[in-house]
Every structure is written in structure tokens, then in C-alpha cells.
């Protein structure tokens, strides 16, 4: 005797369960729409207080200006990365960070870049960092900054970086003096790459290859301690043969 067999449940789709709702769905999306709108031009999302902080130097008001944070558009609606970058325009800022607060409060966080060194390039002079972003030219202001001398290359304007590779190597030079607490005032490379160096006081320092500089530096202050005890005037340190120092009077 053979059994009827029982008809197969055709499984609806999920298109299919979900039509009976097209109607509640199409009022949330219309809702979502509704409030999207009354959201983005909310008065009270436009912003209400924009501060300013960790700047020095730059004044707030052109940190204010280069954000372009538009007073009747929804704060959360607008781009806080280009905002950050534009203010990151201005040669003396390294950093910037755009920080928003419910409902429409702006604060713009700076970090400054800090006065390096003098870069002179012929008759060319400019303040940079430690970067090398050039900040402002030289005005001939009562900063104490080392002067590193360079080629004759044309300096970039402020806040554009120099990409020349001798200034790289100059600057890495002065940072290590500086950690052996070797005082310079200026120094460059002559006409045959070796590094060159002038105290505060005067004297030349002969330096030659600056590859080795961790073998000479710890000579200098001995040579120069040593020879102001004998009353005598030194002009001039010569390191480039470190195990044989040769100094030089003043006559």
C-alpha cells in the first residue's frame, strides 16, 4: 500500500516576507530623512564658541582664519581634517587638531614649530627648524641661533622644507655637537667636504670627515680648557687627524 505523498513548503523569500512591511519601512526612511535634514541645519549645531590654544607665536586670529569654520553650517557636518591642514599651512605650526564638543563647541589645539637654526645660502638668510621648514626669513632679530652655511642654492619661501642634502647633514652635525656640549655658533663644509666649525669665542674647529665626529668632540673642550690656562690665544682647533691635534695661536 503506498503512501501519499505530502505536497513540499515552498520557502518564501526574503523579499517576499519582508513586502507586508514596504509601508513601515518607507516611513522610517522617511523619518530618518526628515530628521537627517532638521539635524544638518539645526541652529544649535552651528558652531557657538571656537578657541584657540598652544600657540606663541601665531596669532589666534590667523589660526581662526586659515580654519574657515563656517558660523551657519552644522560644525559636525564640516571637514576637521582640511580645516587641520590648512592651519598646519602656516610655517610656524607643526601640528593642529581640530576637537569638537556636543552641541557645537570648536576648540583648535596648535603644537608650534621652535626657531633652529640660520640657514645662509650666499646672501640668502632664513630662520628654520629642526625639520628644516623654513619659518620666516632672517630679519636680523636678537636670536641666539647657530648659522649653518650653505652652498649658494636658492632658499625655498616659508613654510616649504629645504631638501638640500648638505643642510641635512649640517643640521645633524650641529645636533651632535650640541649632545656633547660642543657651543658652536656656525659651521658649513669647505671646498673639500670637510666640516668647519666656529665657537662662540672665535676659534675655528678643523673637524675633516664628520663621520667620526664621536671620536673628536670629546677633544675639544680638554684643548681649548687647557690652552686658556696658559693665557695664550687659540685660533683654531685641528681634528682631522684625531690621534695627532694640532692647535693654532693667535699672533
Given at each position: 500500500m ?62 581662526l ?10 560644525v ?29 563647541n570648536?576648540?583648535?589645539v ?16 632664513a ?77 675655528s ?47
Amino acid at each position: 500500500m503506498s503512501r501519499s505523498k505530502r505536497p513540499k513548503r515552498i520557502k518564501k523569500s526574503a523579499g517576499a516576507r519582508l513586502r507586508p512591511y514596504w509601508v513601515l519601512f518607507l516611513l522610517v526612511a522617511i523619518a530618518a530623512a526628515v530628521g537627517g535634514y532638521y539635524a544638518a541645519t539645526w541652529p544649535g549645531f552651528y558652531p557657538k564658541h571656537v578657541t584657540v590654544s598652544g600657540n606663541r607665536v601665531v596669532p589666534a586670529s590667523q589660526i581662526l582664519s586659515r580654519a574657515q569654520i563656517a558660523p551657519q553650517q552644522n560644525v559636525w557636518l564640516q571637514n576637521a581634517h582640511q580645516a587641520a591642514a590648512r592651519i598646519e599651512a602656516i610655517p610656524y605650526v607643526k601640528t593642529a587638531q581640530i576637537r569638537r564638543s556636543l552641541p557645537a563647541n570648536v576648540r583648535i589645539v596648535v603644537t608650534e614649530r621652535k626657531p633652529f637654526a640660520v640657514l645662509q645660502a650666499g646672501a640668502q638668510r632664513a630662520i628654520v627648524d629642526r625639520d628644516l621648514r623654513v619659518l620666516e626669513p632672517d630679519r636680523g632679530l636678537p636670536l641666539v641661533l647657530p648659522v649653518i652655511e650653505l652652498k649658494s642654492i636658492a632658499l625655498p619661501g616659508a613654510g616649504a622644507f629645504v631638501r638640500e642634502r648638505g643642510a641635512a647633514r649640517l643640521r645633524d652635525d650641529y645636533i651632535a655637537l650640541e649632545q656633547a656640549h660642543v657651543a658652536v655658533r656656525s659651521l658649513h663644509y669647505d671646498k673639500f667636504g670637510d666640516l668647519v666649525a666656529a665657537t662662540p669665542g672665535g676659534v675655528s674647529l678643523l673637524l675633516g670627515d664628520d663621520t667620526d665626529l664621536a671620536t673628536k668632540t670629546p677633544l675639544i673642550d680638554p684643548i681649548i680648557s687647557q690652552v686658556s690656562a696658559t693665557g695664550k690665544k687659540l685660533a683654531a682647533v685641528d681634528l682631522r687627524a684625531p690621534k695627532t691635534p694640532v692647535v693654532v695661536y693667535k699672533r
